[in-house]
């Protein structure tokens, strides 16, 4: 049974994690600089290529990247200002984004059901069907933003897992059970789930405001309007498929539907899943491979 010891307040909660969690509260500088330029309309790709120069190991995954299979790019790219270009500012802001998260799930296994690189895999298994979805879809352009929106939706279990261990482990154990939903243990166990706590580091990091809906509503996007569900909605699939596949870390939406209203309502149907479903091992270790090198 879920702890019977109260809890403080949303607001309270939210404002003791950020202030134990350390250094997963700060997000890199160049990683900073990144999300301001691509925010100004008035940057370049030579204002890009300016901050990225001084950082060797960004402009390494960077070119690793452009050079992959998995972003399908004619050639072979060697120049660093050409491979801005042809990826665009938003998917190297994406891609600056994922190489810092990527250094946050590397703590140790905490228990049998739980480590930062089971947490790791889903993650990447959620944005690659995201990324997915969008191209099946037809909504290429907004590919980059959903393969980093499934990639950091769950952030906020980091947080509960730095700043919360106890209590963490408490909800862990609970959701295991399979007879409560795991968004409610954290609520019921440490006061918000980790909706609330992954759009609270977004918001201190400044990330888009879409980004932060992915966040703080990936399990809940019957709360939003229709202008901003469909982000989210497709982070919902990709988390969904990806905890029924049991790929990484898969207790938080174990128990959650993929019914075929969802599904239409994003333009995807039950073969689009399939195909998705099937891809998914070969893409993840792929992705895996560029962003942990």
């Known amino acids: 049974m879920p702890s019977t010891t109260a809890?403080?307040?949303a607001a309270q909660v939210i404002k003791l994690?950020?202030?134990r969690i350390g250094e997963v509260a700060t997000l890199p500088e160049v990683t900073a600089k990144i999300?301001?330029?691509v925010d100004d309309p008035k940057s370049t790709a030579r204002d890009l290529h300016h901050i990225i120069k001084n950082d060797p190991a960004l402009a390494t995954k960077i070119m690793k990247v452009v050079n992959s299979a998995f972003y399908g790019l004619p050639g072979q790219v060697s120049d660093l200002d050409r491979a801005i270009v042809l990826l665009g500012l938003s998917a190297v802001k994406n891609i600056a984004i994922s190489a810092s998260i990527s250094r946050l799930f590397t703590s140790d296994k905490m228990s049998d059901k739980f480590s930062a690189r089971d947490l790791w895999k889903h993650s990447v298994a959620v944005g690659v069907a995201t990324r997915q979805f969008c191209c099946l879809i037809g909504k290429k352009a907004f590919a980059?933003?959903?393969?980093?929106g499934g990639l950091i939706h769950d952030l906020g279990l980091l947080v509960q897992r730095q700043a919360f261990t106890d209590q963490f482990a408490e909800v862990i154990q609970v959701a295991s059970k399979g007879e409560t939903r795991f968004c409610q243990a954290e609520t019921e166990i440490i006061g918000v789930d980790h909706q609330v706590l992954g759009a609270a580091l977004?918001?201190?990091w400044k990330f888009p405001r879409g980004l932060q809906t992915v966040l703080g509503y990936h399990h809940n996007i019957t709360n939003l309007s229709e202008d901003h569900r469909i982000l989210p909605s497709i982070v919902y699939v990709g988390d969904v498929l990806c905890c029924h596949e049991r790929i990484g870390f898969h207790l938080t939406a174990e128990g959650q539907p993929l019914d075929s209203g969802l599904l239409e309502s994003i333009g995807l149907t039950e073969a689009d899943l399939n195909k998705v479903r099937e891809e998914l091992p070969e893409l993840i270790v792929a992705?895996?491979?560029i962003l942990m090198a």
């Open 144 to 148: 980059e933003e959903a393969f980093l």
């Open 17 to 19: 994690a950020l202030g």
């Open 35 to 37: 999300i301001s330029v």
């Open 7 to 9: 809890v403080p307040d």
């Open 287 to 289: 992705v895996e491979d």
């Open 202 to 204: 977004a918001a201190k």
